[in-house]
């Protein structure tokens, strides 16, 4: 919860203060009529959070189209994804997020978590790691990394058992 409320405290931050100096894909400046309507979307998102996800969906996807560049809101749209299940949807933000900021651990830890969630914990190892290298100090990254590896091992030791067990040339 607690890193939710900070991503949008920032979020509203970003959009408020640093979104002016962000581009749209046409090359064209954000004007100061859209920086607020996003900002209102931002707050609704917010506040329909805790417990409408179709409701925060539907505000980020306002603020995602007044400020496309806003790696962060993709993000955070993410959790309500995942939230009803949307596993697909939820990968193709943190893909996104990724590819506007690749320098954020908060991506990476996410994307991570989902491919831990999704059974894919290579690929969870992989992001984890990368979380904490860009940011050493974030201790759910760690929680999760170990979550990941400890899965790993098992899903190790099961074919080791399984290698073991079977019968030779059978």
């Known amino acids: 919860m607690?890193?939710?409320?900070?991503?949008?405290f920032l979020?509203?931050?970003f959009i408020v203060a640093g979104c002016e100096s962000q581009a749209d894909p046409n090359g064209q400046h954000l004007?100061?009529?859209?920086?607020l309507r996003s900002q209102r979307y931002n707050v609704r998102a917010f506040r329909y959070y805790h417990g409408n996800y179709v409701k925060a969906?539907?505000?980020?996807?306002?603020?995602?189209?007044?400020?496309?560049?806003f790696a962060s809101g993709y993000n955070i749209r993410t959790t309500a994804k995942l939230k009803l299940g949307n596993y697909p949807g939820a990968m193709e933000d943190l893909n996104r997020a990724i590819q506007l900021d690749s320098t954020e651990a908060f991506h990476y830890a996410n994307r991570g978590l989902?491919?831990?969630?999704?059974?894919?914990?290579?690929?969870?190892m992989a992001d984890l790691n990368r979380a904490i290298q860009l940011d050493p100090?974030?201790?759910?990254?760690?929680?999760?990394r170990g979550l990941a590896k400890e899965k790993l091992q098992?899903?190790?030791?099961?074919a080791q058992y399984v290698v073991v067990g079977s019968p030779v040339g059978k």
């Open 2 to 8: 607690k890193t939710f409320v900070t991503a949008a």
């Open 11 to 13: 979020s509203l931050l």
């Open 31 to 35: 004007r100061a009529d859209s920086l």
């Open 57 to 69: 969906i539907e505000a980020y996807d306002r603020v995602l189209g007044l400020a496309p560049r």
């Open 114 to 124: 989902l491919y831990h969630i999704l059974g894919k914990d290579p690929q969870a």
């Open 137 to 144: 100090t974030y201790k759910l990254a760690y929680t999760n």
């Open 154 to 158: 098992e899903q190790q030791q099961a």
